[in-house]
């Protein structure tokens, strides 16, 4: 487990990241369904983002445009596009930068128009309805048909895309065929109205790839913003139980340095009062158990609960904001002051560990 180099580390195998979004393209595409590659789990790493488009994802999208912003100079070529309702104040910039934004307010689509002119471009939108989720989108159907038909009627620098929805955010809410029907249903009227066939109709994200491994996605459904069920592939297999073997769910590794070994009591001695975050926890009293100190902590991961040891024997205890507690008696072998102990991650974590300063990434 001995490593050289600076630590802590994320290692991001690029060769794992590449099968995992070539087969969910592919299993995609077998249905008629392009792919919105979506970055923001992994804070849009360069490396990760070329997996993306070499695997030939029809969009990279991200819900933040400081993560869009730098790749079309470094050679990203690959359309991009803005999946969090633009800012009015951020108009402009996702105008520069974006070739297609999702939205759900009409003035935001005026402004975005009116940037558009400016700047001499076309800008292509999809509207968002929103089925139940509670997170954005029209909630008043004739309120989106309005914006629909003012987008196609008068906002000349803009181009309709399409409808899409966002389904197991906010409230959980399962995109079941039904649900997804009702996006037809709703890009239907539209089409009606407009005479003419909409491009997209974005039926969701990770949580609607049940829909394709169980093939009972409603065919008009023609593209998917997918971020967690390829940079890990876990929740579908985690929680909602699809075999997902034939996905790599240990693209990300972070790795941790232990500053130090004792044996300690489980219990803290003293009288409680507060932690580092104010909180009075429980503490299980286990006896005398051999603990390993990390060079680490909740700034750089957020949720220590949510780490997960690769090796057997090793669990996290907790963390402050440097630091990370492990109970290491059941491992079967030694652990030193110097090692180094490796973690998978989940998509809670992984996007804090992309995000810190204090984390060397490694690509191999
Ligand atoms: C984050 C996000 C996605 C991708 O979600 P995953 O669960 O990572 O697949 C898709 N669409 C929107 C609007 C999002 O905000």
């Known amino acids: 487990m001995l490593t050289h180099g600076k630590n802590p580390k994320l290692v991001v195998d690029l060769n794992k990241l590449r099968h995992n979004v070539e087969k969910v393209q592919r299993m995609c595409h077998d249905k008629g369904v392009e792919i919105a590659g979506v970055i923001k789990g992994c804070t849009g790493l360069l490396e990760c983002v070329e997996q993306f488009e070499r695997a030939g994802c029809r969009f990279i999208a991200s819900s933040r445009l400081e993560q869009l912003e730098p790749l079309k100079e470094n050679g990203i070529q690959t359309p991009l596009m803005m999946i969090r309702i633009p800012m009015l104040s951020e108009v402009a910039d996702v105008v520069r930068l974006t ?95 407009l005479g003419r066939e909409l491009e997209f109709i974005s039926g969701g994200a990770t949580s609607t790839l049940p829909r394709i491994i169980e093939d009972n996605l409603p065919s ?44 300690k009591p489980t219990h803290p001695v003293g009288e409680i009062m507060f932690d580092a975050f104010g909180n009075q926890p429980a503490y299980e009293d286990r006896g005398i158990r051999k603990r390993a100190l990390l060079a680490l902590g909740k700034v750089d991961y957020a949720f220590p609960e949510e780490l997960i040891p690769r090796e057997a024997g090793i669990t996290v205890l907790g963390a402050s904001s440097d630091h990370t507690i492990l109970d290491v008696e059941d491992y079967d072998g030694t652990i030193e002051v110097g090692d180094v102990i490796e973690f998978d991650l989940c998509y809670a974590t992984i996007v804090y560990v992309t995000n810190s300063n204090n984390i060397e990434k490694v690509y191999i």
């Open 220 to 263: 008009r459904i023609n593209l998917l913003r997918v971020g967690e069920g390829i940079l890990l592939a876990k929740d579908l297999q985690d929680l909602w139980g699809y075999d997902m073997s034939y996905m790599h769910k240990d693209a990300f590794t972070l790795r941790a340095e232990v500053i130090e070994v004792k044996d």
């Open 99 to 193: 070739d297609i934004s999702l939205n759900s307010e009409i003035e935001v689509l005026k402004a975005l128009n009116k940037q558009a002119g400016i700047q001499d471009k076309k800008h292509q939108v999809i509207l968002m309805a929103d089925l139940g989720d509670l997170r954005e989108g029209f909630w008043d159907r004739d309120e989106l048909m309005e914006a629909a038909l003012m987008v196609e009627n008068d906002l000349y620098n803009l181009e309709l895309a399409g409808v899409g929805t966002n389904l197991g955010c906010y409230g959980a809410v399962a995109a079941t065929p039904e649900k997804l029907n009702e996006l037809v249903a709703i890009a239907e009227r539209i089409e009606e109205k």
